[in-house]
């Protein structure tokens, strides 16, 4: 497999606050370029990159920098907002770019600042992560003593400053709109949309929110060009993904990988394939609010245009393989229990949606589950999936509807009393 490096070429090679380090290993080229371009034309590149979003929910982010770009500066500041929370359970990449490459981060949103005329940045970073914070600000720090942030950017008379808030460990505030809500110091509920963060983002003015490996890809396209970035990945899927490998795998750990490459090279080439001699049950994508399947889809390829065509989604880059010894009920509680843990509560889908499907779940696994609540947990979920008020109560049942659709026989075996695993909590409650 074709060993592609645009964010982790840097990673362990460099000191990661030192701005010589990162001079000589090619960075804030893309910054210098970028500031003799005109911001259309830097859009442009963006936009021909196909690079989409890489939080969760893969927004084309040359679309979303043109509508932020269209807002007059009449409206008030530009906020750049960088979405470092990295709350999605298996997702652990960003981490990766922040701890090792901060200053390819900072490029990236200088790059957007200039595009956007913006003063303050803020990189909302996940409060478990405070070495990382650290990190951060020393990098931010030597960015400034050497002229790429700060007063006077490289000369040009712009000005533009950078702040790492720290989160409090709530996964709700990795939704953009409770992100800026936590950065303004209230609780990290979401808001209503419209408006939408781009006209009314922090202190209600125009933001752009992305997240750190959105931004950390910018100057390599900025200086190499979006053509040369598409070209790395599929017809629909700019550059690179970091991807992150999980579970019942021999080598767990970030991966970098070119779009095309399919899920069975990542596990079974990169990962070293199932532990211990094991076989798949099945591969969770994109986090915990992310699509369960079996083997029959690891050929698919990573691509957002692939992936959709078989009604899965990239969502973080999360992979968390499980292999046969697991129950499927089992495994589905203890994801039920961390969204009934981080629901806000603030709409009652959510709030008591992810409890009653909970509560089914705990009784298929102790044998007392029927039919009606096969059916009743189908109903819940499309519920949960139309009403919810935010992306968090919307998604939680998804890897239970896969579930249920790629293992209907083994729910149907609980009703039966039995689970064919023989050693989830069935057994256990009866002897
Ligand atoms: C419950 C919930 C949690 C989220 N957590 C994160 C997160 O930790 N990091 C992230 O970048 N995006 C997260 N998102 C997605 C963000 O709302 C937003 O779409 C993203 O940060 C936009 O950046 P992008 O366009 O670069 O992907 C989350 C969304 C929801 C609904
Ligand atoms: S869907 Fe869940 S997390 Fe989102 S607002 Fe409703 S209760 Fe809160």
């Known amino acids: 497999m074709e060993n592609t490096k645009i964010l982790s070429y840097r990673f362990d090679r460099i000191k990661p606050d030192s701005v010589e380090d990162y001079l000589a290993a090619g960075g804030y080229a893309g910054l210098k370029k970028a500031i003799t371009m005109n911001p259309e034309d830097i859009i442009e590149e963006i936009k021909t990159a196909q690079l ?106 712009w000005n533009f400053d950078i702040q790492v808030v720290s989160g409090a460990g709530a996964y709700v505030c990795g939704e953009n709109t409770a992100l800026v809500e936590s950065i303004e110091g209230k609780t990290g509920r979401p808001r209503r949309k419209p408006p939408y963060i781009k006209n009314a983002g922090l202190n209600m003015m125009p933001t752009v929110l992305n997240n750190v490996e959105t931004y950390a890809c910018i100057p390599w396209i900025v200086r190499e060009g979006g053509e040369r970035f598409l070209s790395i990945g599929t017809e629909y899927s700019g550059g690179t993904k970091l991807m ?30 199932i532990a211990e001699g094991r076989k798949l049950k099945f591969v969770h994508l994109g986090g915990s609010s992310g699509s369960c399947f079996p083997e029959s889809l690891l050929d698919t390829k990573i691509c957002y245009h692939d992936l959709k065509k078989n009604s899965l989604s990239l969502g973080s880059g999360a992979v968390l393989v499980v ?109």
């Open 244 to 273: 992150c490998l999980s579970g019942n795998v021999v080598r767990r750990g970030v991966y970098e990988v070119p779009f095309g490459t399919t899920l069975r090279e990542l596990v079974e080439d990169l990962g070293g394939g």
């Open 52 to 157: 989409f979003g890489r939080g969760g929910a893969a927004y084309p982010t040359g679309i979303k920098w043109e509508q932020a770009y269209a807002i007059p500066l009449e409206k008030g500041l530009k906020y750049m907002v960088c979405n470092a929370d990295e709350g999605e359970p298996g997702t652990f990449k960003d981490r990766d770019i922040m701890a090792k490459d901060p200053l390819m981060l900072i490029e990236g949103m200088t790059i957007g600042a200039f595009i956007f005329g913006a003063k303050e940045g803020f990189i909302y970073c996940r409060g478990e992560y405070p070495a990382i914070q650290r990190t951060l600000r020393s990098a931010i720090e030597s960015a400034k003593k050497a002229g790429f942030l700060g007063e006077n950017i490289l000369g040009t008379g």
């Open 323 to 431: 292999d046969d010894r697991q129950c499927v009920v089992d495994y589905l509680k203890a994801v039920m229990e961390f969204f009934v843990e981080e629901s806000c509560g603030k709409c009652t889908p959510c709030r008591e949606g992810n409890q009653r499907i909970l509560e089914i779940l705990e009784k298929l696994s102790e044998g007392r589950g029927t039919t009606e609540d096969l059916k009743r947990v189908k109903s819940l979920s499309q519920t949960m999936k139309n009403t919810s008020f935010c992306g968090l109560g919307q998604s939680a049942p998804v890897p239970v509807t896969t579930l249920l659709k790629h293992f209907a026989d083994e729910f149907e075996a609980h009703v039966q009393g039995k689970c064919p695993c023989g050693k989830c909590s069935m057994q256990r409650v009866r002897g």
